[in-house]
């Protein structure tokens, strides 16, 4: 088994040398992956790059494919009138030839990178429907720019990789520690890399994941092409591209005789969670201490969808006083014990309820949740919370997939304003040779009724939506849950509330940004059908929710949901839309007891 | 080639959702398609272009098809403008 690989027999096999950083055996389909780029945004591409980026686009397409066949199998279809016309004509977009090569054209005669052609070419297509003196052609403009911000989502993400699948190997110039767990949670076999050495953090997370590994490849690299056969042989340090039958079949036995380093660490024992049909569901969890990390890492959830940094950086009693060193680490802990779901951080949320950290003129407001708090407080005074946490998460984000929450968002100002913000201090950072990764993507709460209202524009300015339904709830209704005269109102399964929340489900579904709900409703047994008949299909949810929840998720079929929903959608009050939701829950998981078994043979 | 004026019947005109059903009639065949409202022409199995027409219940469009299975895609293509897309008259 060990003699070299024969000569090349054949013109096309290329054998590459490089140094093994993980071992193992396999062979896969090669998939180019090209960091993403800076954050800032460039006027031209150098004339050498125009084929990395027509790849790119490529790329894009493909993701934004895929991403669009999941929305649609998942859209609320019997609740939003025309999603599935519209899902098609974005299918159909995709596949426009004559659009894409003018977008191609764009790129190869003007050197123009890959999102500014596909913005000039279809703000071009766009105008000339909005100038229609028909309001219901008008509309197409809105289906334009929802592919649109689908494609662009598609080229920001191109880290993520969605069309990665458990066939290959990624073949890049570098790859930080963090590339490599994103495209691992997409089934990654291997990676090969032209830089890099054998005790890189990247190594290190390599072989910790199982996940062969080749680093020093060298310019040689660049004669692999996205598609072509390979095989990674981590042990001997050696790329094999295009490899002839015989070399083929001779790894073929090796990686077969060899116990196949990722099989034994397939998640948990269960499977991915599904409902009863067959639909995917995420499970994340909501952190808000450091001590609640422990109990996740034995088997973590699909990461953690909320951190709520408040106490978890509180060090002696207030947040503000946590360095950044600090939170440097605190944050890895976190992207540690998430494993490769990632971590989703939510910048400090002072403010409103936790009244004893604000100062005494702060106290006096007349309605403290109608207040300074959240992003409100960190815009107002930026230098002193807001850019050291930013500072802290682009560094942490080296470490592991991060992604950024920002807490009571109003105005797309704000986030334009924080996108900014992060953007210089990725800038300082490269500056000041401080490593980290600014590819990192940046979500908002849907808290403020206004944002619910407005997702449909928000899908352009953010990443991802996470409804906060607590605080969502307590707008709506006008209850302050703090008040325990009224307390007993706040009810996040209020129709009022389930009506915002399919809103921004419709605007993430249309656009391809994702949604989760982060709020107390989605560990609420009764409430989870409901979540996901309206076409929510991540959750996070506190620790101890997680077993509840998952059995509930595993017991509900998604087209039922979709029935339940709609007819909650109608109720005047949240206690119809409980009696309604424990009735539902009764029928149709009653047979042993919704919080004591799975069962998937619900319908009785 | 076959050259064939057809109109609009359908309220809401040729917007999003009967833009999907040409393209995909016209992506079945062979044949190039191409519609041309005044002098704006586009190709008929992009649905973009398509869009782009914004013709409204009304409008006539110029249908032009060329290639071996010209005459069916032309019938099929026709039909669906006749039937106004199976949309409200």
């Given at each position: 088994m060990e003699e070299p690989p024969p000569e090349s027999t054949s013109a096309d096999e290329l054998v590459i040398e490089g140094t093994g950083a993980a071992p193992g055996v396999v062979l896969?389909?090669?998939?180019?992956?090209?960091?993403?780029?800076?954050?800032?945004?460039?006027?031209?591409?150098?004339?050498?790059?125009?084929?990395?980026?027509?790849?790119?686009?490529?790329?894009?397409?493909?993701?934004?494919?895929?991403?669009?066949?999941?929305?649609?199998?998942?859209?609320?279809?019997?609740?939003?009138?025309?999603?599935?016309?519209?899902?098609?004509?974005?299918a159909l977009m995709l596949g426009d030839e004559d659009v894409l090569e003018a977008i191609r054209?764009?790129?190869?005669?003007?050197?123009?990178?890959?999102?500014?052609?596909?913005?000039?070419?279809?703000?071009?297509?766009?105008?000339?429907?909005?100038?229609?003196?028909?309001?219901?052609?008008?509309?197409?403009?809105?289906?334009?720019?929802?592919?649109?911000?689908?494609?662009?989502?598609?080229?920001?993400?191109?880290?993520?990789?969605a069309h990665i699948d458990g066939h290959s190997v990624v073949v890049a110039q570098d790859l930080t520690a963090s590339d490599l767990l994103r495209l691992r949670?997409?089934?990654?076999?291997?990676?090969?890399?032209?830089?890099?050495?054998?005790?890189?953090?990247?190594?290190?997370?390599?072989?910790?994941?199982?996940?062969?590994?080749?680093?020093?490849?060298?310019?040689?690299?660049?004669?692999?092409?996205?598609?072509?056969?390979?095989?990674?042989?981590?042990?001997?340090?050696?790329?094999?591209?295009?490899?002839?039958?015989?070399?083929?079949?001779?790894?073929?036995?090796?990686?077969a005789d060899a116990p196949s380093p990722t099989a034994e660490r397939e998640r948990a024992p269960e499977g991915p969670l599904r409902t009863t049909d067959g639909h995917a569901v995420t499970l994340r969890a909501n952190v808000g201490l450091e001590a609640e990390l422990d109990p996740l890492r034995p088997a973590p959830p699909d990461g953690i969808g909320l951190l709520r940094t408040e106490l978890f950086l509180r060090a002696d009693g207030d947040p503000r006083s946590v360095d950044e060193e600090r939170q440097v680490e605190a944050y890895r802990q976190a992207i540690e014990a998430a494993g490769e779901g990632g971590a989703t951080?939510?910048?400090?949320?002072?403010?409103?309820?936790?009244?004893?950290?604000?100062g005494a003129a702060e106290a006096h407001e007349g309605h403290p949740v109608l207040g300074r708090r959240g992003l409100r407080v960190l815009l107002d005074r930026p230098d002193e919370l807001l850019r050291p946490q930013l500072r802290a998460l682009l560094r942490a984000n080296r470490e592991g997939p991060l992604r950024i929450l920002l807490p009571m968002v109003t105005d797309g100002a704000e986030v334009r304003r924080v996108r900014?913000?992060?953007?210089?201090?990725?800038?300082?950072?490269?500056?000041?040779?401080?490593?980290?990764?600014?590819?990192?993507?940046?979500?908002?709460?849907?808290?403020?009724?206004?944002?619910?209202?407005?997702?449909?524009?928000?899908?352009?300015?953010?990443?991802?939506?996470?409804?906060?339904?607590?605080?969502?709830?307590?707008y709506v209704l006008a209850v302050d849950r703090a008040d325990e005269q009224v307390a007993a109102r706040h009810d996040a399964l209020h129709p009022a509330v389930l009506g915002l929340i399919l809103r921004v489900v419709e605007a993430g579904r249309m656009s391809g940004c994702p949604v989760e709900v982060c709020g107390e409703i989605a560990g609420d047994v009764q409430a989870v059908p409901v979540l996901l008949g309206l076409g929510v299909d991540t959750l996070s949810v506190a620790p101890p929710s997680l077993p509840a929840v998952r059995r509930i998720v595993r017991a509900t079929g998604y087209d039922a949901a979709k029935d339940l929903a709609r007819d909650v959608l109608q109720a005047d009050d949240a206690q119809a839309v409980r009696r309604r939701a424990r009735a539902w829950v009764d029928t149709h998981l009653s047979s042993s007891g919704t919080a004591s078994s799975t069962t998937n043979t619900p319908d009785r | 080639?076959?050259?064939?004026?057809?109109?609009?019947?359908?309220?809401?005109?040729?917007?999003?959702?009967?833009?999907?059903?040409?393209?995909?009639?016209?992506?079945?065949?062979?044949?190039?398609?191409?519609?041309?409202?005044?002098?704006?022409?586009?190709?008929?199995?992009?649905?973009?272009?398509?869009?782009?027409?914004a013709a409204e219940q009304g409008a006539t469009l110029t249908l032009v098809v060329e290639g071996a299975d010209e005459a069916e895609a032309a019938d099929a293509i026709e039909a669906l403008f006749a039937d106004g897309f199976g949309e409200e008259l």
């Open positions: 896969g389909t090669a998939y180019r992956y090209e960091a993403a780029a800076p954050t800032a945004r460039r006027d031209a591409i150098a004339p050498d790059a125009v084929d990395a980026e027509l790849e790119r686009l490529a790329n894009a397409v493909q993701r934004a494919e895929q991403g669009l066949e999941a929305d649609r199998v998942w859209a609320p279809d019997a609740l939003v009138p025309d999603a599935d016309a519209i899902f098609e004509a974005q054209q764009r790129i190869r005669d003007a050197n123009e990178p890959a999102g500014a052609a596909v913005q000039a070419v279809l703000s071009a297509h766009r105008e000339r429907l909005e100038d229609s003196e028909d309001a219901h052609l008008r509309t197409g403009a809105d289906d334009l720019l929802a592919f649109e911000r689908r494609l662009l989502r598609a080229l920001r993400r191109g880290a993520a990789a949670r997409h089934n990654l076999l291997g990676g090969v890399t032209a830089r890099g050495g054998p005790t890189s953090h990247t190594a290190i997370v390599a072989q910790a994941l199982g996940v062969p590994l080749l680093v020093g490849a060298g310019e040689a690299l660049a004669a692999v092409s996205a598609g072509d056969r390979v095989v990674v042989d981590g042990d001997e340090g050696r790329l094999i591209a295009r490899p002839d039958p015989s070399t083929e079949e001779e790894y073929r036995k090796r990686a951080i939510r910048l400090l949320d002072v403010g409103g309820d936790d009244r004893r950290s604000q900014r913000i992060l953007d210089e201090e990725s800038t300082r950072l490269t500056e000041n040779g401080v490593p980290h990764d600014a590819n990192v993507p940046l979500g908002a709460m849907v808290e403020v009724p206004a944002m619910a209202l407005q997702a449909p524009a928000f899908t352009e300015l953010v990443d991802f939506f996470s409804i906060g339904t607590n605080d969502l709830t307590q | 080639m076959i050259e064939r004026e057809v109109t609009i019947r359908n309220r809401a005109g040729l917007h999003t959702r009967p833009a999907s059903m040409l393209v995909k009639t016209a992506s079945q065949f062979e044949a190039e398609v191409y519609l041309r409202r005044d002098n704006y022409e586009i190709n008929g199995k992009s649905v973009i272009g398509v869009m782009t027409l």
